[in-house]
Structures are given as C-alpha cells and as structure tokens.
C-alpha cells in the first residue's frame, strides 16, 4: 500500500512559469515532510521539507504548502528555470526512526 | 566538503550469488541509512543505523542484512541475489537518527544488476 502519493509522473513547464508538483499522503502519523530532486545518474537532493505544525515554507524560488485535512502537499517553483528539469520525490517521515518513505517521483521538464 | 560516497558505482552479479555495498558518510554524520530504488519508483527504505546500532528496518527479507563500522561507515549484504534485486541502492546519512529537521543527504547510488 502506497503511503506516499505522486499521481503525475510527468509535468512540463514553460521557463519562467510556475512549477506545481503534488503530492498526496494517507499515513496521518506522518509530521515531517521533504521534497528531493534527482538528475539522472546522481543520488537524490534535498531540497525543502516542512513541519506539520507548518502550512508553508520558502526557501527562494521554492515554496512547499501543507494541508493537513486534505493530506496533501504542493511544491511550487516560481520562476522556474531549465536547470530544474529533473525528477522530483516528495517524502514523508515519523518516528524516532525518520525513515523516509517515498513518492514515486514525478518528472519535471522545463522547456526554454 | 566531500559528500555521501557509495561504492562500487555499477556492480553486474549473477542469480545465487552475494554482494556487498559501501558507504561513507558526510564527515560528522552518525547516523547512516539504506535505500533501494527500482526502476520507476520513489526508493524504498531498507535499513538504519546510528551510533552502530540497527535503528530502523523495513519490509525485506533477511537476505538483506547491514550493519556500521566505528568509523560510521557502512556496509549492505545481500546474500542469495534473485533477478528483483536488480535496482539502485542508496545510501543516506544524517547527523543523527531521530530528528525530524536533518535531512538525510544521499550519496550516487550503486547500481546493481543481476543477471
């Protein structure tokens, strides 16, 4: 069973538009929850996370929201760039253990 | 600073056999942790340890085993290789385990295929 949800695998984005990738959650234990990016051949990159005692967090051109009733989050890239054409996992943690537990990515293309 | 180092970065094993991957934390990290990622999907969470000790164990079967050196390095066994281990393993390490605003940071990856 998929604790962590990512329904589109794929997003395309003009440069300069806004990016918003999604992401929905069904373990309501979850409190802790990142968004990694990954190229191609490289290991995943951290990239923001956010508390649940948060609604939204930013980081630059990153922002990443949180509903909670909803169990969803959303990460929006503003402008976004074609450098941030890669694949995007959002993740979930809780626990003493933090063990991550994953999306199933959704791949990001920038087009200039 | 030098980040997450996995090795080998490709390894090509056959059916029955074993294999052992390595890692080497971020300088100052304790806590170490393992993934695997197969084809298509977000990485699933193997193993953890920190300070030595197994913190943490997902839903594989014990051919799979792990455990971390004094020096926080670590080492992935994987004994009897079927062809659905054939993935990306990736390490994660982190200053500690337990603590919800340290994100682990991962290394590249080993590709293992079996053949």
């Known amino acids: 069973d998929q604790q962590v949800k990512q329904n589109s695998p794929s997003l395309s984005v003009q440069e300069g538009r806004i990016s918003i990738l999604n992401c929905d959650y069904t373990?309501?234990?979850?409190?802790?929850f990142l968004w990694y990016k990954k190229y191609p051949a490289e290991g995943p990159t951290f990239l923001i996370s956010?508390?649940?005692?948060?609604d939204k967090n930013e980081d630059g051109r990153f922002t990443v929201f949180l509903n909670k009733s909803a169990k969803h989050l959303s990460l929006h890239i503003v402008p976004s760039q074609p450098g941030d054409s890669a694949v995007y996992f959002c993740?979930?943690?809780?626990?003493?253990?933090?063990?991550?537990?994953f999306g199933s990515g959704t791949q990001l293309t920038v087009l200039p | 600073d030098a980040g997450v180092t996995q090795s080998p970065t490709h390894l090509i094993k056959t059916r029955g056999q074993h294999v052992t991957l390595r890692c080497s934390p971020i300088?100052?990290?304790?806590?170490v942790s393992w993934y695997q990622q197969v084809l298509g999907q977000g990485p699933q969470f193997i193993f953890q340890?920190?300070?030595?000790?197994?913190?943490g164990r997902g839903n594989f079967p014990d051919r799979f085993s792990a455990r971390q050196f004094p020096n926080y390095s670590s080492e992935l066994n994987v004994n009897a290789l079927l062809l659905g281990d054939s993935a990306l393993y990736l390490c994660?390490?982190?200053?500690?385990?337990?603590?919800?605003?340290?994100?682990?940071?991962f290394g590249d990856g080993t590709r293992l295929s079996i053949l």
């Open positions: 994660a390490s982190s200053l500690t385990a337990g603590t919800a605003n340290q994100p682990q940071h």
């Open positions: 373990n309501s234990m979850f409190d802790y």
């Open positions: 956010i508390s649940s005692i948060k």
């Open positions: 993740a979930a943690t809780f626990g003493s253990a933090r063990q991550l537990t």
């Open positions: 300088s100052g990290h304790k806590s």
């Open positions: 340890y920190y300070e030595k000790e197994e913190r």
